[in-house]
């Protein structure tokens, strides 16, 4: 199996930053793409910053102020995140896509929580 592990989440307040690391471990054989998404209070989950070993891609919201990182091993994946702004609190999710059966394959980590206060 595949298992992925957040860390990193916590409290800071408005124009502060954190950074959020994801570890993953298991059956890992070819990555395509590893990311971050969240989910605020009735709201629906949302990507955030994707990455692969080539390119970027980052949600209009974040532009600018997140940026997303992994090892050459792609086993870890890492979200720097400044000057945050109280909406976006949210849980923050880890997922690793993989090829694998002749289709993609997508695993989430369980989720670390992100509270901006203003």
């Known amino acids: 199996q595949v298992q992925l592990v957040e860390s990193g989440g916590g409290l800071v307040q408005a124009g502060g930053s954190l950074s959020l690391s994801c570890l993953a471990s298991?059956?890992?054989?070819?990555?395509?793409?590893m990311g971050w998404y969240r989910q605020a209070p009735g709201k629906q989950r949302e990507l955030v910053a994707s990455?692969?070993?080539?390119?970027?891609n980052y949600a209009d919201s974040v532009k600018g102020r997140f940026a997303i990182s992994r090892d050459n091993r792609k086993l870890t994946v890492s979200l720097q995140m400044n000057s945050l702004k109280p909406e976006d609190t949210a849980v923050y999710y880890c997922?690793?896509?993989?090829?694998?059966?002749?289709?993609?394959?997508?695993?989430w980590g369980r989720g670390t929580q992100v509270t901006v206060s203003s």
């Open positions: 997922n690793l896509k993989q090829m694998r059966w002749g289709k993609m394959s997508d695993y």
């Open positions: 298991g059956s890992i054989f070819s990555v395509d793409t």
């Open positions: 990455i692969t070993d080539s390119s970027t």
